[in-house]
């Protein structure tokens, strides 16, 4: 049989259900957009996006000047692309193919040992960059300094390391950091203590927790944050470095204890950068009211971790008070990160024995919370130590290359 013989020949009912059911499919992919929006936006008049995603922008607001330029009709474009469960799912797919076939890709990840991921940015440091951003850098720390120094207390820097430190040894080769990285810590705490700035050497407990027990992870695996353990590691620390400097202004010790754990499954943030299966949700866990993400395949579900909080309880002669950092009346006052919210804070509690004040905004730079912070330090405030968190990926960074009060 030639060709248009065969082309010519009556059609299978079976050819032709292949052919109407990629008919179907196909149109139903470019149906699904247009229909979802319908839907969600027209039907049920929803504002929010149909998937919460974290790379998700949200709707262009509609201008004269924007529409004749055509740049409302591209942003639009990408809103509506973006939104689409069908452009989520294809994407997903892809990159979680790829992840299963050993070439990942993601936004700024470097996949590493035993499918540990790091930020890829915290890897490189640009030591000269930073050492050229002194003077301003330097003159900003000044500031706060003498602002806190006329609020009447002490200034106090507890420098977080990176995970990418604390755990060398599941991304560098044989486990040791490049010159520039291993060497900005150091860096970091020598700038400090030339402005007169007392800081906690947070790499030192990490390290000691570390050689006290090897298998201990101190970060997690798919996260930029500490667990628990590494959390009461460097609140320890922290602890002992403000007890032996101010103890005697700080108050009498009062017992701590822990309170009852929060625990909630959840992709790590490193890990949703990966662009797998996952979508943010409000995590039910968090003082703040963050949105976390969770998994939506086999694949992200394997990647999740426990994170686990914990309150901490205040023991007083009438019972115990749960601790929420409100306490204005506090000698400690943490202006911190996400790393105080993740048991951060809580563990400094516990260990120092006192309630402590907390102002915590997420940003790794720390520069957010301080500028919050910053009108309340004046003269009349409470506390006697204002420990300052700054995450060290993000001190070495372009953040602070220019810190603007």
């Known amino acids: 049989m030639t060709t248009l013989e065969a082309a010519a020949a009556p059609q299978t009912p079976a050819q032709w259900a292949v052919r109407w059911f990629a008919v179907i499919a196909i149109g139903g992919l470019f149906a699904s957009a247009p229909l979802a929006h319908l839907v969600w936006h027209g039907l049920l008049g929803r504002d929010e996006s149909l998937l919460p995603l974290r790379t998700q922008t949200k709707a262009p607001t509609p201008a ?4 004749l330029d055509g740049s409302w009709m591209a942003q639009l474009e990408k809103h509506l692309r973006e939104d689409a469960p069908a452009t989520f799912w294809l994407r997903a797919n892809w990159n979680e193919l790829r992840y299963r076939l050993g070439v990942p890709r993601g936004n700024d990840v470097r996949v590493g040992r035993d499918e540990w991921l790091f930020l890829d940015y915290a890897t490189r440091i640009d030591f ?3 050492q050229r951003s002194a003077p301003a850098r330097r003159a900003f720390l000044a500031g706060v300094r003498d602002q806190v120094k006329a609020a009447g207390a002490e200034l106090v820097i507890a420098l977080v390391p990176d995970k990418e430190r604390v755990h060398a040894e599941k991304w560098a080769p044989d486990g040791v950091l490049p010159a520039a990285k291993a060497g900005c810590y150091a860096a970091g705490l020598a700038e400090f203590a030339e402005l007169g700035i007392p800081a906690v050497d947070l790499a030192a407990a990490m390290a000691a927790a570390r050689a006290a027990d090897p298998t201990a992870p101190l970060y997690y695996r798919g996260d930029t944050h500490w667990r628990k353990e590494g959390a009461l590691a460097a609140g320890a620390a922290t602890a002992a470095f403000l007890e032996a400097r101010y103890g005697e202004a700080l108050g009498p010790r009062t017992p701590m204890a822990l309170s009852g754990v929060t625990a909630t499954r959840l992709v790590g943030d490193i890990t949703a950068n990966l662009g797998l299966a996952v979508v943010d949700v409000p995590d039910p866990a968090s003082a703040l009211g963050l949105r976390r993400p969770v998994p939506l395949s086999l694949l992200a579900d394997r990647l999740a971790e426990t994170r686990e909080y914990y309150g901490v309880e205040l023991s007083t002669p009438t019972g115990r008070i749960g601790m929420d950092g409100k306490d204005d009346t506090a000698s400690v006052w943490l202006i911190g990160t996400s790393f105080a ?29 301080m ?3 910053r009108p309340a330090i004046r003269p009349g405030q409470r506390a006697k130590v204002v420990l300052w968190e700054i ?6 960074s372009a953040e602070w290359w220019a810190p603007k009060r």
């Open 64 to 67: 004269i000047a924007a529409a």
């Open 128 to 130: 000269a960059a930073w």
């Open 341 to 369: 919210h993740d048991n951060g804070a809580n563990a400094v509690a516990l260990h120092l024995g006192r309630s402590i004040r907390t102002t915590v905004v997420i940003g790794a730079s720390g520069l957010e919370a």
């Open 371 to 373: 500028r919050e912070a």
């Open 391 to 396: 995450v060290e990926r993000s001190y070495f």
